[in-house]
Every structure is written in C-alpha cells, then in structure tokens.
C-alpha cells in the first residue's frame, strides 16, 4: 500500500470514527467528470483535435484534422499530425498519461499545417495528464489544457 492510500484509509477509517454510521456521508471533492476520467480505458478509439493551446485548430486543406488513436491492448498511440502521421507507445492511469517519444513521417506541406503540426507535437510531448470534460478529451500539461479533441464516431 502506498503512503498516499494509507493515509486516505486512514481519513475514511477517521470519518467513519468521528461521523459514525448515521447516515452521515463524508463529503468528497469528486466530481462526476474526474471519476470518468480515472480509468484509462477511456482514452481508448481515435480523437480529432478541435483545440490545440486555447485556439481552434484548423483542419488540412483536404479537410482532415489531426488525430489521436489509443490503443489500450498494445499501450500504443498513433495520428495524423497535420501533415504526417506519428506512433508510439504511451503510459496511462487515473489523470495521467505520458507519450513516449513518438515516432514521425518527415514529409513536408504548406507553412500553416506544418506550423500546426510543430505545435500538436510539442503539446503531445508536454502532456503530463487528461481528463474528460463532457464529451471531450483533454490533455494537460500540469494544470494546463493544451490540446482539446473529440471523439471521432
């Protein structure tokens, strides 16, 4: 048992001492959104970018939009960057999650998508968590949102 479920059986263990069982509940700082974030499983399927750094991310002149693909059998991720396509492998759990370095095409395109895809990949590297907020996926860097996707259908 880690130091950090010792101490919050301990609290519970506290609660349940000080509040007894009268149908008292111990309040909790849990919300609907961070408890569906807490299993990785829910990364799993391929994300399209809608935001990258708090600005709407632009699609490719074809129209496609960057992407992001979980694969939770092989802990592997993959997409299409805006110009080329990435992979790698990637470490989850409860609002963590941290890609390895990921692997990258190296074909060139126009300025802006080539510009879009330098940004979706330093936000890939600086991701240190997630969460779900509604029906989006976002990435955090620290405190941070730095990319936003939805989930493609």
Not at 29 to 39: H, L
Not at 117 to 124: H, K, P, T
């Amino acid at each position: 048992m880690t130091r950090q479920h010792a101490f919050c059986a301990f609290a519970a263990l506290l609660a349940v001492v000080v509040l007894g069982t009268s149908g008292c509940t111990v309040p909790t700082q849990r919300t609907p959104v961070a408890m569906a974030s807490e299993d990785p499983e829910a990364l799993a399927g391929t994300w399209s970018l809608v935001t990258l750094e708090g600005q709407p991310a632009t699609a490719s002149p074809q129209g496609r939009r960057p992407t992001l693909r979980f694969d939770p059998e092989t802990m592997r991720v993959s997409g299409f960057a805006g110009v080329n396509q990435f992979g790698g492998a990637y470490e989850a759990a409860a609002g963590t999650l941290k890609f390895a370095p990921l692997i990258m095409t190296k074909m060139a395109g126009p300025p802006e998508q080539m510009d879009l895809e330098r940004r979706y990949s330093r936000a890939l590297e600086a991701t240190t968590g997630w969460r779900l907020a509604q029906d989006h996926l976002e990435l955090l860097a620290g405190e941070s949102v730095v990319a936003r996707l939805a989930r493609n259908e």
